[in-house]
């Protein structure tokens, strides 16, 4: 059974893929960056997953990095993307096909300049937790019956 990994990652990509962040911010969304891309921009970035499933249901605790990349001068165009993309993700309520989003949470973020000496790189980590589906197990009985349990 599966712990939704790349169902997670579509729908923050289409929870960030959005007019406030392609429009307003001039920014754009990718899960792989090509050399020559524009700046500024949101790459999905690192990934953890650790299992989190209970006795009848499949689950996992994500981790996933969402890295911005700018070359304002100052930090000012990175924290206001930064900050709007907290507006998305942080909190929300976000379908995950396959799975149930039990949370979606900020964790930490961070600016560094990268060793360029223009480009400044945001870093914001978000732990998604989601429960899949039901595990069933089936017994069968000495009488031949069988036996479902959730």
Known sequence: MSVGQFALQTSIYSALNVAAITSTLSCGVFDEVIEGNSYPFISLGEE???DFSTKNLVGADTTINIHIWSRYKGSKETKLIMDKVHDL???INLTVTGVNLINL?????????DPDGITRHGVMRFRAITLGTWITTIYRSKTGRCLIFN
């Not at 964790?107 to 560094?112: A, G, Q, T, V």
């Open 48 to 50: 953890t997953v650790e």
């Open 89 to 91: 993700l942080h909190d």
């Open 105 to 113: 949470r900020f964790e930490f973020s961070d600016i560094m300049r």
